[in-house]
C-alpha cells in the first residue's frame, strides 16, 4: 500500500527530509553524471529528486500512482506530473533514456509486471536507479519516516528481482547510515556518518540505491505446465511422452560489480 502524497510532502519539507534528500540525490548524481539531451522520468514520489536533472536533461517528468496521489511539479513552470497506474505507464515502447523508482518498489504487490513495464519503456540499454530500504538499515524500522512504510529488501533481493525483469544490476550504492532521529545535529554530522558507514557497516545502510541496465536481447519465455492425464482408454497401445520445451536459461551476464554489501 502506498503512503499518502501529502506525508510523502511533508517529509520531504522537515529538516530529516531535507538530509534524507540531499544525501540520496548526491549519490544518484554521482551515477548519473551525465544526462545531456536524455529523457528521465521519475516513478512513485521521484519528485523532490529530478531538479538535479532539470536544466541538463532534455526532458524530466515526474509520474505518480494513482493509489498514491500527485502534488503539483515543478512548483513553477509547466506542469510534468501525472497520475499513472503502475503497470500501464502513458509512454511508447522504448521512447525513455533512464528511470529513476523512490518510494515505487516496496509498495507495489506486482513487482515483476512493475519492472517489466518500466524496461518496455526504456530503450535498449537504458538505465534503471531503484532507491529502495535495506532490510538490515535502521530506517526500515522506524514509521516515522517513508522508508519505514512498505516491504524493505536487501541487496540480493533486488537483483534477484532485476535479473528476473531482465535487468543487470550494474552498481550499488548503500547510504543513510545516521539513525532517523529528528536530532538538530544530524545535518551537520551527515558528512562523517556516511563516511563511517560506507567504510564500516555498509550492509547497515538505510537506502540501497541499485542501478540496473536493460538487457536488449530479451528472451522470450514459455510457460511450460504439466499434462493433466484424464482416464480414457489407450491409443494404439499407450500415450507418446509430452514434448518437452525449451527453457530460457543460459543467458548471458554482464561481469559482475563488486558488492559492497557482502551478500
Not at 536481447?217 to 525449451?246: C, D, Q
Amino acid at each position: 500500500m502506498y503512503d499518502d502524497v501529502t506525508h510523502l510532502r511533508d517529509f520531504y519539507a522537515s529538516p530529516l527530509g531535507q538530509h534524507a534528500r540531499r544525501i540520496i540525490a548526491h549519490r544518484v548524481r554521482a551515477r548519473w553524471d551525465n544526462v545531456s539531451g536524455l529523457d528521465v522520468v521519475g516513478l512513485g514520489y521521484a519528485a523532490p529528486y529530478l531538479r538535479i536533472f532539470s536544466g541538463e536533461a532534455r526532458t524530466t517528468a515526474a509520474l505518480m500512482p494513482y493509489r498514491q496521489g500527485a502534488v503539483q511539479w515543478p512548483s513553477e513552470g509547466p506542469f510534468r506530473a501525472a497520475l499513472v497506474s503502475d503497470t500501464e505507464l502513458p509512454m511508447r515502447d522504448k521512447s525513455v533514456d533512464c528511470v529513476l523508482v523512490v518510494h515505487g518498489l516496496e509498495h507495489v504487490d506486482a513487482r515483476h509486471n512493475y519492472l517489466r513495464e518500466i524496461w518496455r519503456v526504456l530503450m535498449p540499454h537504458g538505465r534503471l536507479i531503484l532507491v529502495a530500504p535495506n532490510r538490515r538499515g535502521a530506517w526500515a524500522r522506524f514509521e516515522s519516516t517513508p522508508f519505514g512504510h512498505g516491504r524493505p529488501y536487501s541487496l540480493r533481493q533486488m537483483e534477484d528481482l532485476l535479473r528476473d525483469a531482465l535487468f543487470e544490476p550494474v552498481g550499488v550504492t548503500p547510504c543513510l547510515f545516521a539513525p532517523p532521529f529528528r536530532a538538530r545535529y544530524l545535518p551537520f554530522a551527515a558528512t562523517a556518518w556516511e563516511r563511517a558507514g560506507a567504510g564500516l557497516w555498509p550492509a547497515f545502510a538505510g537506502v540501497l540505491i541499485v542501478e540496473a541496465v536493460k538487457l536488449a536481447y530479451a528472451e522470450i519465455r514459455v510457460s511450460v505446465k504439466k499434462p493433466a492425464f484424464a482416464s480414457m482408454p489407450a491409443l494404439n497401445g499407450g500415450l507418446s511422452p509430452a514434448r518437452r520445451h525449451p527453457d530460457d536459461g543460459g543467458k548471458p551476464r554482464s561481469p559482475a560489480f563488486r558488492d559492497p554489501l557482502g551478500d
